[in-house]
Nanobody
């Protein structure tokens, strides 16, 4: 079965960096859009960034644009989200997700596969 394992979260001061990783198994990896969502307490999941199966197309939320960099390695079935210049408002649980489609979606319900989540906490 499809499994996504995400990791790399932690506690960091504002202005610092973290690198989140996602390892996928049980799917034809290069057919899947890989996307990161985040969810803060009491809020709905929020789109952060997505990358197409071939790695050519990348999309970022306004809050992530210019600070976060999303990449993937299809040979290793992995995806990484480099997060720089972190802010307290970036605090959330971050989820790696996968969608069997060549088209990006920013709607969480359209992603069938989710990792377990990794906590990112940014202190002021």
């Amino acid at each position: 079965q499809v499994q996504l394992v995400d990791s790399g979260g932690g506690l960091v001061q504002a202005g610092g960096s973290l690198r989140l990783s996602c390892v996928a198994s049980g799917l034809i990896y290069n057919k899947y859009y890989m996307t990161w969502f985040r969810q803060a307490p009491g809020k709905e999941p929020e789109f952060v960034a997505g990358i197409s199966g071939d790695g050519v197309s990348k999309f970022y939320s306004d809050s992530a644009e210019g600070r976060f960099i999303l990449s993937r390695d299809n040979a290793k079935s992995t995806a990484s989200l480099q997060m720089n210049t972190l802010k307290p408002e970036d605090t959330a649980v971050y989820y790696c997700t996968a969608r069997n489609s060549p088209i990006i979606s920013v709607t969480a319900s359209e992603y069938a596969y989710w990792g377990q989540g990794t906590q990112v906490t940014v202190s002021a």
